[in-house]
């Protein structure tokens, strides 16, 4: 374990979550001399103190002690390509949310700010009247008109063109679900690892919608596939049935873990995004 690499680590993902040191050891029933200390890579955290530590930065235990999370880490761009099954588009309801609301959480679980969504004129002024240029949740929106369907891959390549060979960039295109506690940890893993364009599927090795292209790398390039976790719940929605499914597991999740999944003033608030 390089305690240097795990502090540097402890400090990046507290200033995202938006704490100070002394906040972060009050949480953890710590001095704020030994979050100090941990931070300057002088001693680590009490193995009895990852659990818990891992669940306030929102992370988890691997990824603290890998110290792989630094504000070293590549400046990505955000495409969100509206690109929805019959009978489904962004406004239509995921439980109790918008189908567009889930795919934006999941940017803001990989530290994405800066992103552009592409998608036919309906779509677009959905999200704009909602959420305008991202400001409110502490991001920023903008947004790319398709005259049609097939229009999408277009500016999808366009998109690439322009940004690709200065920033890396993280790709949705189509609906999926994801759900998993460690969420963050996967995609900021992800970004951070690969070296050639990589797409997601699921342990069952279905394709899902998610694509990440590190800087200088091409759409038609070979490609790396990156399969989650078991235990990670993720398939693509492809069929209203599929839509219904996931609302169903977001009910049962929500009303009897208590969580409160796709929420982006949360997510905001928790990365340090915005404040109250």
Not at 31 to 53: H, N, Q, Y
Not at 237 to 249: H, P, Q, T, Y
């Amino acid at each position: 374990m390089d305690s240097v690499k795990v502090g540097n680590t402890i400090a990046f993902l507290r200033k995202q979550a938006g704490m100070t040191q002394n906040e972060l050891a009050k949480k953890l029933n710590v001095t704020d001399k030994a979050v100090s200390r941990w931070e300057r890579g002088i001693g680590t955290p009490d193995i009895s103190l990852l659990t818990r530590l891992a669940a306030i930065l929102d992370t988890d235990i691997e990824a603290v002690l890998e110290g792989n999370f630094t504000n070293e880490e590549p400046e990505c761009k955000g495409l969100l390509v509206m690109n929805y099954p019959r009978n489904i588009s962004a406004n239509t309801f995921l439980y109790t949310k918008r189908v567009v609301y889930f795919q934006l959480s999941f940017f803001l679980l990989a530290g994405i700010r800066e992103i552009c969504l592409v998608g036919l004129q309906y779509d677009a002024d959905f999200v704009k009247s909602e959420l305008n240029d991202g400001q409110s949740l502490g991001i920023h929106l903008e947004y790319e008109i398709a005259k049609d369907k097939s229009d999408l891959s277009i500016l999808e390549r366009n998109f690439l063109r322009k940004f690709n060979n200065f920033y890396s960039v993280f790709v949705i295109d189509g609906l999926d679900f994801l759900y998993g506690k460690d969420m963050t940890s996967t995609l900021k893993r992800i970004i951070l690892d690969s070296e050639l364009c990589t797409s997601l599927v699921n342990y069952n090795k279905q394709p899902l919608s998610m694509q990440f292209f590190p800087s200088h790398s091409q759409k038609d390039q070979n490609s790396n596939k990156s399969k989650l976790f078991r235990g990670m719940i993720s398939f693509p929605i492809r069929n209203e049935k599929d839509l219904f499914d996931a609302g169903n597991i977001i009910k049962i999740i929500e009303e009897h873990q208590g969580e409160n999944i796709a929420d982006l003033g949360e997510i905001a608030k928790a990365r340090g995004y915005v404040f109250d």
